[in-house]
């Protein structure tokens, strides 16, 4: 017993020598110190819990998704007609065709909330076209939920929502043609697409028209600010400008490219959202259109040769041209003309004439262009 409680004692000691070596490792002050390091390793981990319960980790694109019809931005007209359609219960079958970014599958999400309330979960079917697009999903998927019974609100239906349906295949869309006549009753079906001559006549004729435009910026920008408050996002007036340049009338586009610079560099402006989207800056942009207009071709070129030495593709640099031309102050006949030779040279580059030759072309011809014009034919 005495030889086990001496090994106890040794080890005990081993162990505090030990822990002494530690602590002066880990901390070389004084043990006066301590409580000072132990307090700051504290409020900074308290700081960092508070981040982490700030960003839940969802993409701003889900987490700010509207879920009722007041919520949803521009189309006003459009999305009021949906919610008649909605409170009356009696929907038809419906295409929405617009450019992406700008509601079409957030506002049938609406319309099916609306319609089914808590029976949402299960009269629902959403299925993407653009990866479930051959004839088996309409004869598997499609059909055998059509065919389900399930319990509705008295007068309602199930819906069926095909985004990117001008992806699905023409087999596909003539299977779905006779499915959307068999199951008139109990189903409706809701197609999203970007260009409606896409989907074959059979179904544009048993469907609803409903046409999407572009948000403006100034819809856009309303958005981006109300989600920069609520993520307390820094920002400078020309960081919210870069953004919703950027954007081009597609709100999805704008809240990613806002999620991306705050998260890479914590603050937003034009010179961050510009390093994020990998754009020319319209600025370098606008210099060298005003080089044109007086007619300095020497000084154009070289904001083009730097543009085209930092690694920008010519359709960046060339689509960014036009709109920058589209909003600059020059006289009218002048712009004109400088849109005709933009679209020219972008023919060219689609084409594949893609060099700086071609962009060089473009600077001389814009250059000429400042010529007074012959008002006497």
């Known amino acids: 017993m005495a030889d086990v409680q001496e090994m106890d004692v040794d080890s005990e000691?081993?162990?505090?020598?030990?822990?002494?070596?530690?602590?002066?490792?880990?901390?070389?002050?004084?043990?006066?110190?301590?409580?000072?390091?132990?307090?700051?390793?504290?409020?900074?981990?308290?700081?960092?819990?508070?981040?982490?319960?700030?960003?839940?980790?969802?993409?701003?694109?889900?987490k700010y998704r509207p879920v009722n019809f007041s919520d949803i931005v521009g189309n006003s007209e459009t999305v009021s007609r949906l919610e008649i359609f909605a409170k009356e219960g009696n929907v038809p079958n419906i295409i929405l065709a617009g450019p992406p970014g700008v509601g079409k599958t957030t506002t049938i999400l609406c319309l099916a909330r609306t319609m089914l309330g808590p029976s949402y979960k299960d009269g629902i079917l959403e299925l993407n076209?653009?990866?479930?697009?051959?004839?088996?999903?309409?004869?598997?998927?499609?059909?055998?939920?059509?065919?389900?019974?399930?319990?509705?609100?008295?007068?309602?239906?199930?819906?069926?929502?095909?985004?990117?349906?001008?992806?699905?295949?023409?087999?596909?869309?003539?299977?779905?043609?006779?499915?959307?006549?068999?199951?008139?009753?109990?189903?409706?079906?809701?197609?999203?697409?970007?260009?409606?001559?896409?989907?074959?006549?059979?179904?544009?004729?048993?469907?609803a028209m409903v046409r999407f435009g572009k948000l403006s910026d100034a819809q856009i920008l309303s958005k981006l600010l109300a989600v920069c408050e609520k993520e307390d996002v820094s920002f400078t007036e020309d960081g919210m400008e870069a953004v919703v340049f950027t954007a081009q009338g597609d709100m999805r586009q704008a809240l990613n490219n806002l999620q991306s610079t705050y998260s890479g560099f914590g603050h937003v402006?034009?010179?961050?959202?510009?390093?994020?989207?990998?754009?020319?800056?319209?600025?370098?942009?606008?210099?060298?259109?005003?080089?044109?207009?007086?007619?300095?071709?020497?000084?154009?070129?070289?904001?083009?040769?730097?543009?085209?030495?930092?690694?920008?593709?010519?359709?960046?640099?060339?689509?960014?041209?036009?709109?920058?031309?589209?909003?600059?102050?020059?006289?009218?006949?002048?712009?004109?003309?400088?849109?005709?030779?933009?679209?020219y040279t972008h023919m060219r580059i689609v084409q594949g004439v893609s060099s700086l030759l071609q962009m060089s072309g473009l600077l001389a011809k814009l250059c000429q262009k400042v010529a007074v014009p012959d008002v006497s034919q």
């Open 269 to 343: 402006n034009s010179d961050n959202v510009f390093k994020v989207c990998d754009e020319p800056h319209p600025l370098l942009i606008k210099d060298m259109l005003q080089h044109c207009v007086s007619g300095n071709f020497e000084d154009a070129y070289k904001i083009m040769a730097h543009l085209w030495k930092l690694g920008y593709a010519s359709e960046d640099i060339i689509s960014n041209i036009f709109r920058v031309c589209k909003n600059e102050s020059i006289a009218e006949y002048l712009k004109l003309e400088y849109i005709k030779e933009i679209g």
């Open 13 to 62: 000691e081993v162990k505090l020598k030990d822990d002494n070596v530690v602590n002066k490792t880990i901390n070389p002050t004084p043990t006066t110190s301590r409580p000072s390091t132990t307090s700051s390793i504290t409020s900074t981990n308290v700081s960092g819990s508070s981040t982490s319960k700030k960003s839940d980790g969802r993409p701003w694109i889900e």
């Open 129 to 207: 076209a653009s990866n479930d697009r051959g004839i088996d999903v309409v004869r598997n998927k499609i059909k055998m939920f059509a065919q389900q019974k399930v319990t509705l609100p008295k007068g309602k239906q199930k819906i069926i929502i095909l985004d990117e349906a001008d992806s699905m295949t023409e087999g596909a869309q003539q299977a779905l043609r006779r499915t959307m006549e068999i199951y008139s009753k109990t189903t409706r079906f809701a197609l999203a697409c970007n260009t409606s001559d896409k989907i074959i006549e059979p179904i544009q004729s048993r469907c």
